[in-house]
Nanobody, 126 residues
Framework: QLQLVESGGGLLQPGGSLRLSCAASGFTLEHYAIGWFRQAPGMEREGVLCISYMGSTEYYVDSVKGRFTISRDNAKNTVYLQMNSLKFEDTDVYYC???????????????????WGQGTQVTVSS
């Protein structure tokens, strides 16, 4: 059974850093692109960034450029989202999902991805 599990969320102050993990089980991530999305209550799920099977990154939210980076460790079957200089507006539930090989260019929607994890809450508060 294909499954993704996010972890690493938490409560922290503005300016802080956090690393989220997306661990896969039941399949190998090697031939997949992995996207990170986020969603606030009552809002649509928003694509944040994606890493292709080759390791290239596609950003979908300008405000995270220079602050968020995505990386993958195929040996551990895990993708990471490093979030630095966190802001209040980064507060959301963060989800990971997969699609074959390449990331959508420029923009994406949840329909472009599948096998969603359950999400992990990130709260930025003073």
């Amino acid at each position: 059974q294909l499954q993704l599990v996010e972890s690493g969320g938490g409560l922290l102050q503005p300016g802080g850093s956090l690393r989220l993990s997306c661990a896969a089980s039941g399949f190998t991530l090697e031939h997949y692109a992995i996207g990170w999305f986020r969603q606030a209550p009552g809002m649509e799920r928003e694509g944040v960034l994606c890493i292709s099977y080759m390791g290239s990154t596609e950003y979908y939210v300008d405000s995270v450029k220079g602050r968020f980076t995505i990386s993958r460790d195929n040996a551990k079957n895990t993708v990471y989202l490093q979030m630095n200089s966190l802001k209040f507006e980064d507060t959301d539930v963060y989800y990971c999902a997969v699609r074959s090989y390449f990331c959508p260019r420029l923009t994406t929607t949840p329909d472009d991805f599948g096998s969603w994890g359950q999400g992990t809450q990130v709260t930025v508060s003073s």
